[in-house]
């Protein structure tokens, strides 16, 4: 069972490439093994029989098994707009992609960042979309989830032109979906970024990390 002092040492000791920054130490402790209660252990049991296939002690699991009522409810709707949404992975993972980078959130986008080029995303979309740039040489429908990404973040809601260019691509119940991705990855990337959970061993950190006060 890792230790929180092994947990907070994933952030790799080298120099950062420019731009990026050491993710600061945890703030929860490692709970051991053998404390485990009947709530963590069915929370484990419950992720690693599902759709993701193994639970893995890093990242929100890592926060979850900290109040397994709630990542019991967690996990179960990740699990749904991660595998069994309406939304083509490849525009799924693209808006991963770009809420992690609102959310400056280094553990969310660098799990996600292998997946999406597997679902399809471009490298230089990849980058652009690290930068914070708008990906302008995108297909059409990774632009629209663009825009209404970045509509919805900045504005809290979103223009009607945004809507219906989304809406032609992905129809009501897709939208629907979008919209509650958009939701949970927000919250999955505050969870990592209040509880400073790190990247994997020997990955920079694809974000400089933000001061606060």
């Not at 914070?132 to 509509?151: H, L, N």
Request: aromatic fraction near 8%.
């Amino acid at each position: 069972m890792p230790t929180k002092k092994t947990l907070a040492r994933r952030t790799p000791a080298r120099k950062p490439p420019r731009g990026a920054s050491k993710t600061p130490p945890i703030r929860l402790p490692a709970i051991p093994e053998a404390s485990y209660t009947p709530a963590q252990r069915a929370l484990i049991a419950a992720i690693s029989s599902g759709p993701r296939g193994q639970f893995k002690l890093s990242g929100p699991f890592f926060c979850y098994l900290h109040a397994p009522g709630f990542g019991e409810l967690a996990q179960t709707l990740g699990a749904h707009l991660r595998f069994g949404t309406g939304i083509p992975p490849r525009l799924s993972e693209f808006a991963i992609l770009a809420t992690a980078q609102q959310w400056k959130s280094q553990y969310e986008w660098s799990a996600h960042v292998g997946i999406a080029e597997q679902k399809g995303l471009k490298p230089e979309t990849i980058r652009d979309l690290r930068a914070g740039r708008v990906p302008k040489k995108a297909p059409k429908d990774e632009k629209a989830i663009y825009a209404f990404v970045q509509e919805l973040y900045r504005h809290k809601r979103v223009s009607d032109a945004t809507y219906k260019a989304v809406n032609a691509i992905l129809g009501d119940v897709a939208t629907v979906e979008l919209v509650g991705l958009l939701g949970y990855y927000a919250m999955v990337a505050m969870t990592l970024d209040v509880f400073r959970m790190p990247v994997k061993e020997g990955t920079p950190p694809p974000f400089k990390e933000p001061t606060v006060g």
